[in-house]
T-cell receptor
Framework: RKEVEQDPGPFNVPEGATVAFNCTYS??????FFWYRQDCRKEPKLLMS???SGNEDGRFTAQLNRASQYISLLIRDSKLSDSATYLC???????????FGAGTQVVVTP | GAVVSQHPSWVICKSGTSVKIECRSL??????MFWYRQFPKQSLMLMAT?????????EQGVEKDKFLINHASLTLSTLTVTSAHPEDSSFYIC?????????????FGEGSRLTVL
């Protein structure tokens, strides 16, 4: 079983709609959680950290469910520029133990 | 924010040759850099941790004699793929940790796409 699992998608979303997807992790000792965005053939870039109480950054909302060991990302009012692959990253607070998911592809259509 | 520059972005080489990839931190000092590899549709896999002034730490299954890492200064780490073969074709990305931030925040280089013919 992979340590971090994501639905690869693609999630095809009409512009202006809302899309949400999850990421599950297997290590219950995981402490820090992040969402990164990766455009096609580009390097990943940090989108947002995920806090225990959940957090919002503009149109993006991240949630953490420790009991069920998953994090989620919700994108409201989707823009064409939101089309990308979203990587879930989990760590037990050791730099060498960052675990990346394979990513969820989101395609926003006009 | 901090910038990590990686070069070359693309490289095509013949089987058996060696390829060097450079990773530079442009506006900060990086005592540690991470080298990842990503195959299509797969997650980033940590290959090794590069430490300035000391030997790199390799992950299990990564051949240290094949993937030579040198971190000679606080702003430069290099990865040399020696005697490259087609199965080494991949996207190689370096990154530096944001030590002033939360563990897990990485500054990535632009990546190097290696194609071995």
């Amino acid at each position: 079983r992979k340590e971090v699992e994501q639905d690869p998608g693609p999630f095809n979303v009409p512009e202006g709609a809302t899309v949400a997807f999850n990421c599950t992790y297997s290590n219950s000792a995981s402490q820090s959680f992040f969402w990164y965005r990766q455009d096609c053939r580009k390097e990943p870039k940090l989108l947002m950290s995920v806090y225990s109480s959940g957090n919002e950054d503009g149109r993006f909302t991240a949630q953490l469910n420790r009991a069920s060991q998953y994090i989620s990302l919700l994108i409201r009012d989707s823009k064409l520029s939101d089309s990308a692959t979203y990587l879930c990253v989990v760590t037990t607070d050791s730099w060498g133990k960052l675990q990346f998911g394979a990513g969820t592809q989101v395609v926003v259509t006009p | 924010g901090a910038v990590v520059s990686q070069h070359p972005s693309w490289v095509i080489c013949k089987s058996g040759t060696s390829v060097k990839i450079e990773c530079r931190s442009l506006d900060f000092q990086a005592t540690t850099m991470f080298w990842y590899r990503q195959f299509p549709k797969q997650s980033l896999m940590l290959m090794a941790t590069s430490n300035e002034g000391s030997k790199a730490t390799y992950e299990q299954g990564v051949e240290k004699d094949k993937f030579l890492i040198n971190h000679a200064s606080l702003t430069l780490s290099t990865l040399t793929v020696t005697s490259a073969h087609p199965e080494d074709s991949s996207f190689y990305i370096c990154s530096a940790p944001n030590l002033g931030g939360t563990t897990g925040e990485l500054f990535f280089g632009e990546g190097s796409r290696l194609t071995v013919l």
